[in-house]
């Protein structure tokens, strides 16, 4: 079992920047890959970034440039570093353990003037 919480979400101006954190309990975090993804109201949950054991990290081309996934596999936590942020990152994010049906609550995104 894998319990995954995120946080640092919230409300934030186009081109504001925000640091999301996803902490897993259990002293196994370190061998899952982990992936974040994004849901906007009426639309599809979707891929947003993924890091592997190693730190291998992929992006998603609609925030490629702008987002950073990372990952303390010694504070059992990934990270996504959001920047210049538009309207459209507008979602709830949440963070999944890759290959298993663990996911976490989700936490609010909002960019907005």
């Known amino acids: 079992q894998v319990q995954l919480v995120e946080s640092g979400g919230g409300l934030v101006q186009p081109g504001g920047s925000l640091r999301l954190s996803c902490a897993a309990s259990?002293?196994?975090?370190?061998?899952?890959?982990m992936e974040w993804y994004r849901q906007a109201p009426g639309k599809r949950r979707e891929l947003v970034a993924s890091?592997?054991?190693?730190?291998?990290?992929s992006h998603a081309d609609s925030v490629k440039g702008r987002f950073t996934i990372s990952r303390d596999n010694a504070k059992n936590t990934v990270y996504l570093q959001m920047n210049n942020l538009k309207p459209e990152d507008t979602a709830v994010y949440y963070c999944?353990?890759?290959?298993?049906?663990?996911w976490g609550q989700g936490t609010q995104v909002t960019v907005s003037s």
């Open positions: 259990g002293s196994i975090f370190s061998i899952y890959r």
């Open positions: 890091i592997t054991t190693s730190g291998s990290a």
């Open positions: 999944h353990t890759y290959g298993t049906i663990f």
